[in-house]
């Protein structure tokens, strides 16, 4: 996999911990170029000065031409892992959901407008979305998260199943768990329904050079999450009804 990466361009969003953090110091191990992207500076400059990157800190959604500036005008791979948890129910403040479509979903969609027409063009590039298992199945207690994640992974399947034959390769990570600052933010339902499998971040970076060796669209840095996709769209009445009884659990534990 190292000569895949050896010195590509690459963007990694909400790099500045968790997940996006671990990407981009796998990346850079693997001998990448790497613009690290935050919309905490100091966070973005720690790990860039760590890896030897280049920071590029702001929202996700509009730092495209710094990232292809500061990596000499190409960007090879480009990692749309920024995201926001947004709990809450269909009950959510209006701008909690306008602000979970906009960082979970448009951020991927106005990065792939700028970014598709030049690997078109030249016939190659990679678009990494960081999605969720909440993409796949669902997540109790997070409407906006749930919703938004499943539209992200909806936009990286168009994505794919669209450009593949023209050179564009992608790919939607789906984990469980992992142990980062938005996992503790999600409180007792986190608690109760990722913490027990959780993983490090690292496993996920793992997960994701291995997707990529295998040219494999979907990533599951925990793999039993295919069993849970399958039995969701065998039965999606019986899935649903287990889902339910852990929403009871969940709800006798408040």
Same mark, same amino acid.
């Given at each position: 996999? !190292?000569? #895949?990466?050896?010195?590509?361009?690459? /963007?990694?969003?909400? $790099?500045? *911990?968790?997940? +996006? %953090? =671990?990407?981009?110091?796998?990346?850079?191990?693997?001998?990448?170029?790497?613009?690290?992207?935050?919309?905490?500076?100091?966070?973005?400059?720690? !790990?860039? #000065?760590?890896?030897?990157?280049?920071? /590029?800190?702001?929202? $996700?959604? *509009?730092?495209? +031409? %710094? =990232?292809?500036?500061?990596?000499?005008?190409?960007?090879?791979?480009?990692?749309?892992?920024?995201?926001?948890?947004?709990?809450?129910?269909?009950?959510?403040? #209006?701008?909690?959901?306008?602000?979970?479509?906009?960082?979970?979903?448009?951020?991927?969609?106005? %990065? =792939?407008?700028?970014?598709?027409?030049?690997?078109?063009?030249?016939?190659?590039?990679?678009?990494?979305?960081?999605?969720?298992?909440?993409?796949?199945?669902?997540?109790?207690?997070?409407?906006?998260?749930?919703?938004?994640?499943?539209?992200?992974?909806?936009? %990286?399947?168009?994505?794919?199943?669209?450009?593949?034959?023209?050179?564009?390769?992608?790919?939607?990570?789906?984990?469980?768990?992992?142990?980062?600052?938005?996992?503790?933010?999600?409180?007792?339902?986190?608690?109760?329904?990722?913490?027990?499998?959780?993983?490090?971040?690292?496993?996920?970076?793992?997960?994701?050079?291995?997707?990529?060796?295998?040219?494999?669209?979907?990533?599951?840095?925990?793999?039993?999450?295919?069993?849970?996709?399958?039995?969701?769209?065998?039965?999606?009445?019986?899935?649903?009804?287990?889902?339910?009884?852990?929403?009871?659990?969940?709800?006798?534990?408040?």
């Amino acid at each position: 996999m !190292v000569g #895949a990466v050896q010195d590509a361009g690459v /963007v990694v969003t909400g $790099a500045g *911990g968790g997940i +996006g %953090a =671990a990407l981009a110091r796998r990346f850079a191990a693997e001998g990448a170029r790497v613009v690290v992207n935050d919309l905490d500076a100091e966070k973005a400059g720690a !790990v860039a #000065a760590e890896i030897g990157g280049t920071a /590029v800190p702001g929202d $996700a959604s *509009g730092i495209v +031409g %710094a =990232a292809r500036d500061a990596l000499g005008g190409r960007i090879d791979v480009y990692c749309a892992n920024a995201g926001l948890g947004s709990g809450g129910s269909e009950a959510a403040d #209006a701008d909690v959901w306008a602000s979970a479509w906009d960082v979970n979903v448009m951020a991927h969609v106005r %990065a =792939a407008q700028e970014l598709v027409p030049e690997w078109l063009e030249r016939g190659d590039g990679r678009f990494v979305s960081t999605v969720s298992a909440a993409g796949l199945l669902t997540m109790i207690g997070a409407a906006p998260y749930s919703v938004t994640k499943h539209g992200a992974y909806a936009f %990286a399947e168009w994505l794919s199943l669209t450009y593949r034959h023209r050179g564009l390769k992608v790919h939607a990570i789906c984990p469980q768990g992992v142990r980062t600052d938005m996992l503790a933010a999600t409180g007792s339902a986190g608690d109760l329904v990722l913490q027990p499998t959780a993983i490090e971040p690292d496993a996920v970076a793992d997960a994701l050079f291995k997707g990529m060796a295998e040219d494999r669209f979907l990533i599951l840095p925990h793999p039993e999450v295919a069993g849970f996709y399958r039995a969701r769209a065998a039965d999606p009445d019986h899935w649903l009804t287990n889902m339910n009884h852990i929403q009871q659990k969940w709800e006798a534990t408040r």
